[in-house]
């Protein structure tokens, strides 16, 4: 933690540290803002007058008596910056404006041609307009723009290095939305490392430091969480489940080229293909289901969620999930595997047959202990993680001096 300093030196870095003070603790007094930060009570009085004054937190009522007068608590103030957030995938988009205190205050979602980069920058900037003009948002109060992405993604460089559920190669996504939104900063994640941070912060795996969050969606990848923090390995490419092989032999044809991967046998559409080919045709007839426009919600509902081929094709399904949960326990160890996305929503009979098989494939003393569950965050989680990821800029000390925009709350100051 930053230790605080009386030297007028490091006047903007102490409002800093005392605004996080009352970000994570609040609510909280002045004179707990000093002990815990090593400022004098006076210099303590003098910023939070200052943050006070810019709308930065809020006088929130009185706590408990020591022996004297209750001191005055203080928070954040949620009103006091905005996030836009953006989680994109294929043939999906999905937008919202939210607030310090993880609250929606107007979201989008719709279904695009995603193959066009230009169109979907587009369409987000289409959406953002939307949603100023919904919530009458002051542009200059939303501080940052938060990306959940799939595919290879350089965060540090905002590029999309390669996405075979897009279809894209070396864009680069941040620099084209922050020009079309009028220059916000954007940071940009894959879609599993996003949700993997959402459920660290917010969800099921929150208090742990070990976890793993494998996402069953169109495509397939697994966020993994190290010691509290997302693992990218070198370039931040990590956790690329999907295209790792899981029939070596005549498998299916993947986006990515090549045949036998993990997400051309299990990703959402490949499931619903299989369904396709096992369900007789007289039980689409029967029960008045069209095989064409077939969905992962009539495989998890009556009547065909009661049918022996839907049940074996689950049981099928969650045996190869849990060959691939097996390998990443086996090699990384965690606390907890988190299963999310689309296919996550087939529950039980999925949730069981990946437990049935980790633990038949790992040794007692590595997977005897793990603990395999399905997401129960509401909403996104890779949304949630995209908001938690630009939460994180936002609040950074080491971005206090290079976005000018932040400058008009953060600071308390204006210059």
């Known amino acids: 933690m930053w230790i605080g300093s009386n030297s007028r030196d490091l006047k903007v870095l102490n409002r800093l540290l005392v605004r996080d003070m009352i970000r994570k603790l609040g609510p909280i007094a002045r004179y707990e803002i000093a002990r815990e930060t090593g400022l004098t009570p006076s210099t303590v009085t003098v910023i939070v007058a ?4 810019a709308g930065v937190i809020k006088e929130v009522g009185h706590g408990a008596s020591s022996g004297g007068r209750r001191p005055i608590l203080l928070e954040l103030n949620p009103r006091a910056a905005h996030v836009f957030v953006i989680r994109l995938q294929r043939g999906e988009l999905m937008t919202a404006i939210f607030d310090l205190a993880k609250n929606i205050l107007a979201e989008r979602y719709c279904q695009l041609d995603t193959d066009d980069p230009d169109q979907v920058v587009e369409a987000i900037g289409a959406d953002f307009e939307d949603l100023v003009q919904e919530t009458q948002i002051d542009l200059d109060n939303i501080l940052w723009c938060g990306v959940a992405c799939p595919g290879l993604v350089s965060s540090h460089r905002g590029v999309v290095q390669r996405s075979s559920n897009l279809g894209w190669v070396r864009v680069p996504l941040s620099a084209l939305i922050s020009k079309r939104l009028g220059g916000i900063p954007v940071q940009v994640e894959n879609i599993s490392n996003a949700a993997a941070l959402a459920e660290k912060e917010y969800g099921l795996g929150h208090g742990h430091k070990h976890l793993v969050f494998v996402n069953l969606s169109v495509g397939i990848g697994a966020g993994i969480v190290a010691d509290g923090e997302i693992y990218g390995g070198v370039r931040g490419y990590a956790g690329e489940l999907g295209h790792m092989i899981l029939l070596a032999e005549n498998g299916p044809r993947c986006a990515c080229g090549r045949q036998g991967c993990f997400e051309a046998v299990c990703g959402a559409r490949a499931v619903i ?3 396709r080919a096992v369900i007789p045709d007289e039980v689409f007839l029967e029960h ?9 919600a009539d495989l998890r509902s009556s009547p065909l969620a009661d049918s022996p081929e839907v049940r074996a094709l689950i049981q099928e399904t969650g045996c190869f999930i849990g060959v691939m949960v097996a390998n990443l326990v086996s090699l990384l160890n965690p606390e907890m595997v988190i299963l999310g996305g689309e296919l996550s929503t087939l529950g039980e009979p999925l949730l069981q047959a990946v437990r049935s098989e980790v633990e038949a494939r790992t040794l007692e003393e590595i997977g005897g202990n793990i603990s395999i569950q399905i997401s129960d965050m ?3 989680a890779p949304l949630m993680g995209a908001y938690a990821l630009a939460l994180d800029r936002i609040f950074s000390l080491e971005e206090w001096d290079g976005h000018q925009v ?7 100051v204006t210059g």
């Open 288 to 296: 008045g289901i069209t095989k064409e426009k077939l969905t992962l």
């Open 50 to 53: 200052e943050l006070l004054q």
């Open 406 to 412: 932040q400058a008009r709350w953060q600071y308390g």
């Open 273 to 275: 293909q299989r369904a």
């Open 378 to 380: 509401r909403g996104s």
